[in-house]
């Protein structure tokens, strides 16, 4: 079993920055990638960034490419997100999710491959 627990969220101004954080803990090793998701509001879960553990290639929906970048501290079994220029539409609970798989490329922003998720962290972007 992997534990995720996120940390980081809060309110910005828009144009602002976050850095949200994500530890694991248990069965890490079994990890080959660690994403982001966020749902806001009235709206769907939507994928937001990945990392695969092989490589480590990164991966991002249109709407953040260029504004966050995920990454990974090996040391720390802790995965994060900078979130810059942050906009309203940006507002919504983030979640880091967790996979034993091996995801191919096209299958990285596909929930049901992820099966160990955080408990999500609030975002909010005021403008």
């Known amino acids: 079993q992997v534990q995720l627990v996120e940390s980081g969220g809060g309110l910005v101004q828009a144009g602002g920055s976050l850095r949200l954080s994500c530890a694991a803990s248990?069965?890490?090793?079994?990890?080959?990638?660690m994403a982001w998701y966020r749902q806001a509001p009235g709206k769907e879960r939507e994928f937001v960034a990945a990392?695969?553990?092989?490589?480590?290639?990164?991966h991002y929906e249109d709407s953040v490419r260029g504004r966050f970048t995920i990454s990974r501290d090996k040391s720390k079994n802790t995965v994060y997100l900078q979130m810059n220029n942050l906009k309203p539409e940006d507002t919504a609970v983030y979640y880091c999710?967790?996979?034993?798989?091996?995801?191919?490329?096209?299958?990285?922003?596909?929930?049901?491959?992820?099966?160990?998720w955080g408990q999500g962290t609030q975002v909010t972007v005021s403008s």
């Open positions: 999710a967790g996979s034993g798989s091996r995801i191919i490329v096209s299958a990285i922003a596909m929930s049901r491959m992820y099966y160990y």
């Open positions: 990392i695969r553990t092989a490589g480590e290639s990164t």
């Open positions: 248990g069965t890490i090793f079994s990890i080959n990638a």
